[in-house]
């Protein structure tokens, strides 16, 4: 027995695709209503497998994304859909608006991940009765290298 589940896959999106994800796409947007955010996502991955240049698509996807937070995922989204639509004015400000974000989200994940590893290296260096504390660093501005010094007066 011949299986036909991607024959009539195949037909459909063919006949139907652009439809289809027009529905799909309409359905996500009702889920973001909804706050069925995860739904919407679905949905909205099934309208661009249907239609991969469906910017609209793109751009609800990108909202769901950023109502659950995830900042990077919704930008990527809504570049793709100014690829598709290059003189969209709003999805142009969008794409700013979720630039900063992502750059401010970016910054803080920095900022706490150097603090973790200025706690980690005090740790190891107080065992030697020294901390960070007792280094400088310098940024050679030719090269972008730095140098370390250590300062035992600290």
Same mark, same amino acid.
């Given at each position: 027995?011949?299986?036909?589940?991607?024959?009539?896959?195949e037909l459909l999106h063919q006949?139907?695709?652009?439809?289809?994800?027009?529905?799909?796409?309409?359905?996500?947007?009702?889920?973001?209503?909804?706050?069925?955010?995860?739904?919407?996502?679905?949905?909205?991955?099934? #309208?661009?497998?249907?239609? $991969?240049?469906?910017?609209? #698509?793109?751009?609800?996807?990108?909202?769901?994304?950023e109502k659950t937070e995830r900042?990077?995922?919704?930008?990527?989204?809504?570049?793709?859909?100014?690829?598709?639509? $290059?003189?969209? #004015?709003?999805?142009?400000?969008?794409?700013?608006?979720?630039?900063?974000?992502?750059?401010?989200?970016?910054?803080?994940?920095?900022?706490?991940?150097?603090?973790?590893?200025?706690?980690?290296g005090n740790s190891l260096l107080?065992?030697?009765?020294?901390?960070?504390?007792?280094?400088?660093?310098?940024?050679? $501005?030719?090269?972008?290298?730095?140098?370390?010094?250590?300062?035992?007066?600290?």
């Amino acid at each position: 027995m011949q299986q036909q589940g991607p024959a009539i896959f195949e037909l459909l999106h063919q006949e139907y695709g652009d439809k289809l994800a027009i529905f799909l796409n309409n359905r996500a947007a009702t889920n973001i209503l909804l706050e069925r955010f995860e739904d919407a996502i679905k949905d909205a991955d099934v #309208a661009l497998i249907l239609n $991969p240049r469906y910017a609209r #698509a793109y751009i609800r996807r990108s909202s769901a994304f950023e109502k659950t937070e995830r900042t990077e995922e919704a930008l990527r989204d809504v570049k793709k859909a100014l690829e598709l639509e $290059p003189s969209n #004015a709003n999805i142009r400000k969008s794409a700013i608006r979720l630039q900063k974000i992502e750059d401010e989200r970016l910054e803080k994940l920095k900022e706490e991940t150097m603090s973790k590893l200025k706690d980690l290296g005090n740790s190891l260096l107080g065992n030697f009765g020294m901390s960070l504390d007792n280094f400088n660093t310098v940024q050679d $501005p030719k090269t972008g290298s730095y140098s370390i010094s250590f300062n035992q007066g600290k």
